[in-house]
């Protein structure tokens, strides 16, 4: 049916949703992010227990040691509902397409010196298994996380690691090296270069408490390990052999960039909710942060030969700066 | 670097390189700890590998497409709102099914947001998981598109406001609650059989296809864009639901029974969950499309059973209750809307009788029962409230322990009689709507006494608002359980009468003289 509309200014009944107006404090309209986030996960009068797990509800916050008054405090500061993070995603994703195109047209891979290459193909094509396990772990926290502002947003980093292993397949590909895909399946498997790490997101990957898989893994682990390869070994590689790396890696440097963000703010708002809270959150980056440095330092050294300790040892200082301004208060030893 | 590769790559190869080769086999923890849920309920899986890859989106690729889709569909939302799109549909009576069906679907989807995530997290095969944890980023897009549709009628109609705190409270939305609560708390391999098979395969057409084109029927391109666009995505969830009973059934000749089993409750559970969608087909769309007995026979009986001839050869049967569906179709409708009608005090939408003109379209749709059941109940309903003696039944009503559906349907063998099937378990008395539910029960009693069933919290006065003291003497159980919905007065009861249809009037009046 087509009507001839005339255009009128109607008073509405109401602004946004009752859920809604109580959080805010008042009947006002809400952006997409807060209609899509905030209360709407149930909270009770669950059917069934798990049969996977009895011992908890469907949504349960017992999962985690971490305490919240309100879950929803954990807001993404990046306002990513499913719409917003696929556009944001779109639009990275362009700009990766037009880089391998570039890389493609100008014959970039293939003209890269061999020096440059090797570096790829023992410090780069790994970390795709690395970010798989990421996916696994991001997935976790995504199913078990309670209230949608940290399920989603995990779901989302979850499905962006596996871009991120994409990407870094895309790569052994742009330099036409499907063998060197196996090649570096096999370190990741044996090379005691990347035990440590294999070890690392296993171990993870048996931990029941999600808040802390979200510390070890995307706070921890990401918060040394993307600033190592895809900032400071990207940019040693394009100082000696020409932008390849970078471009080809653009897409994973904006992105740890821009969780991080997320991450701050997830770390904050939990540490000032409750002196117990800052207190775990601390323990765990403690804890976790020890192993990862012992389990990224043969990847510096194999990236940067002897500079390595010193430079993980800088990204080391730049992640407790983070998480200090985040509110935590570290231990001289973490 | 020195070998030169095939640059075209085989689209298959390539997948795989993306996927399943991403993929390792843990050895510093074992693989049954990294992944406990896939032993349990008995499937036996010989070789993830042998997975077919029901579609091949790498993350770029879904990143792309879904935010084309996501640009168009909010661009039309945001028109929809901005012109008062509301007004240009075909009668107020129309945003009842918004309320019914959009109040309902977005915490489901939220469900199945967070159980394929789950089964994304759990599922050993690569394949599997890349495919459950893209349908679970869709499934918060439904979620969330459809939250954001009904965010702009909320603001002029009734009866939508509430809906976050209603779907764990109100008692028409337990029977959508308990089924997904059922398949999220069983394991994976049933979770896969429920939503991405029974759900998202056999009764989804049927689902969304009426929404969709009764949204497009009756003017509301907000709605009807909002499906449209989901729609897209569920032709990938179809295959992956496919895909996965065929790999179990072709993985171990003892999975067959158990995946047989399942698809018999699923079935039987989504099919309840039906006669809703049914009721608005039949008696909520000013407009109709058809009704819901040819929808039925279309989707279900024809598609159905083309699906079940082709899986015949694995040895599935079609479900047990098919049945009981055909003998239904032409009943549950009417006894779903009549039911409804009676609670006019208990809902945050609207009723109605239909009009002359609408009675006899269901006569001719349902030349077998309406005339002889239902319309005679219909006009008599009229009349008591013409006569200012408007039908109200305050009793609790009793509920089916597994579907949770309020019992009301009739035996399949006299039209006249309600259905009602009961059995003492470990000393307690649970209740029935049919001989399907009572099976499903049998099968593990102990996941089904503990249904939340909220006729039954009532009595027991869990249902009292937050702030009611329920253990002082004058508590009185029920007393305030329209507080405990949070249940707002001017979205219940007779739509004649209603502010919407007051306010409908007015505005479009306003929009349309000159
Ligand atoms: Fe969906
Ligand atoms: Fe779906
Ligand atoms: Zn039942």
């Not at chain 1, 390849?244 to 904050?268: C, H, M, P, Y």
């Amino acid at each position: 049916m087509q009507l001839d509309l005339r255009t009128i200014s109607i008073k509405p009944l109401r602004q946004t949703f009752g859920h809604l107006a109580r959080r805010m404090g008042a009947d006002k309209p809400a952006s997409r992010y807060i209609e899509g986030t905030m209360d709407l996960q149930p909270v009770e009068n669950f059917h069934y227990r798990p049969s996977w797990d009895p011992d908890f509800d469907i949504f349960d916050p017992r999962r985690t040691a971490i305490v919240m008054k309100d879950w929803y405090a954990l807001k993404d500061p990046r306002q990513f509902f499913y719409g917003a993070w696929v556009l944001a995603r779109a639009r990275m994703q362009d700009a990766a397409e037009a880089d391998f195109a570039l890389v493609e047209e100008r014959g970039l891979a293939a003209a890269y010196p061999e020096a440059g290459k090797a570096v790829v193909r023992s410090v780069l094509l790994p970390l795709r298994h690395l970010a798989w396990g990421a996916n696994i772990n991001d997935s976790f926290i995504g199913a078990h996380g309670y209230g949608i502002a940290i399920s989603q947003a995990a779901t989302y980093a979850a499905m962006d690691q596996l871009g991120i292993a994409q990407y870094l397949t895309r790569l052994a590909l742009a330099f036409s090296d499907i063998e060197a895909l196996a090649a570096a399946k096999s370190a990741w498997l044996e090379a005691p270069l990347w035990q440590g790490l294999r070890r690392y997101v296993e171990d993870l990957m048996v931990t029941g408490d999600w808040f802390e898989v979200l510390v070890a893994q995307n706070v921890v682990l990401d918060g040394l390990l993307y600033p190592l390869v895809y900032d400071r070994l990207a940019d040693a590689l394009d100082a000696s052999h020409g932008p390849v790396v970078s471009l080809l890696t653009r897409f994973q440097s904006e992105w740890a960039g821009e969780n991080a963000k997320w991450l701050d703010a997830v770390i904050k708002v939990a540490a000032a909710d409750s002196p117990e809270n800052a207190e775990k959150l601390a323990a765990w980056v403690g804890q976790w942060r020890a192993r990862a440095l012992e389990a990224v330092a043969p990847v510096a050294e194999a990236a940067f030969g002897a500079e390595g300790a010193a430079v993980l040892a800088e990204i080391a200082e730049d992640l407790s700066r983070r998480l200090t301004k985040a509110g935590l208060s570290l231990g001289a030893s973490a | 670097m020195d070998m030169k590769v095939d640059k075209k790559l085989g689209l298959k190869e390539r997948y795989a390189l993306m996927t399943r080769d991403l993929a390792w086999e843990t050895t510093y923890q074992p693989m049954d700890k990294v992944f406990p849920q896939v032993t349990y309920e008995g499937i036996k899986i010989h070789d993830w590998n042998a997975w077919e890859d029901p579609f091949r989106l790498t993350m770029d690729a879904y990143w792309k497409y879904q935010a084309e889709k996501e640009r168009k569909l909010y661009a039309i939302l945001d028109a929809f709102n901005q012109n008062n799109g509301h007004l240009s549909v075909t009668d107020a009576r129309y945003i009842n099914v918004l309320k019914l069906f959009l109040g309902s679907t977005p915490p489901l989807e939220l469900m199945a947001a967070r159980g394929f995530t789950n089964v994304g997290r759990h599922m050993v095969g690569a394949g599997p998981r890349v495919a459950c944890l893209m349908q679970a980023v869709d499934e918060y897009r439904h979620f969330q598109t459809q939250v954001h549709s009904i965010s702009n009628y909320n603001k002029y109609y009734n009866g939508m406001n509430e809906f976050a705190h209603q779907q764990s409270r109100m008692w028409y939305l337990s029977d959508g609650k308990s089924f997904f609560d059922d398949a999220i708390t069983a394991g994976p391999f049933e979770f896969m059989v429920a939503i991405g098979f029974a759900f998202e395969y056999v009764l989804t057409n049927i689902l969304f296809v009426p929404f969709i084109s009764g949204a497009a029927y009756n003017g509301d391109m907000a709605a009807m864009t909002v499906g449209f666009s989901a729609q897209s995505d569920e032709a990938r969830h179809m295959t992956l639901g496919l895909e996965c009973i065929k790999f179990m059934l072709e993985q171990d000749p003892d999975n067959l029974p158990i995946v047989q089993r399942w698809i018999d409750k699923w079935t039987w559970r989504g099919t309840r969950k039906l006669a809703s969608v049914g009721m608005m087909m039949d008696y909520m769309l000013p407009k109709r499309i058809m009704s819901f007995k040819e929808a039925w026979e279309m989707y279900f009986e024809q598609n159905g059973a083309a699906l079940f001839n082709d899986l015949a050869r694995y040895g599935v049967k079609v479900p047990k209750c098919f049945v009981q569906t055909v003998a239904e179709k032409e009943h549950v409708t009417h006894q779903s809307w009549i039911g409804f009608y009676m609670k006019p005090d208990s809902t945050p939408f609207h009723t109605w009788i239909p009009e002359k003109d609408e009675l006899d379209w269901l006569s001719e749709k349902y030349p077998n029962t309406f005339d002889k059941y239902y319309r005679p109940v219909l006009e008599h309903f009229d009349a008591q409230e013409k006569s200012g003696n408007r039908f109200n039944n305050k009793t609790a009503p009793m509920n089916c322990q597994v579907c949770i559906s309020t019992i009301k349907f009739n035996d399949p063998d006299d039209p006249m009689k309600t259905l009602i099937r009961s059995k003492t378990y470990k000393g307690e008395k649970f209740h029935f709507c049919s001989l399907h539910c009572e099976e499903i029960f049998d099968a593990e009693p102990e996941k089904y006494i503990q249904a939340y069933i909220s006729s039954h919290q009532v009595l027991q006065g869990n249902c009292a608002p937050e702030g009611v003291d329920t253990t002082a003497p004058d508590f009185e159980p029920g007393a305030h359980i329209a507080a405990y919905w949070r249940l707002d007065k001017a979205a219940t009861g007779d739509f004649n009468g209603s502010e919407d249809q007051a306010n409908f009037a007015a505005w479009r009046r306003q929009a349309t003289s000159n």
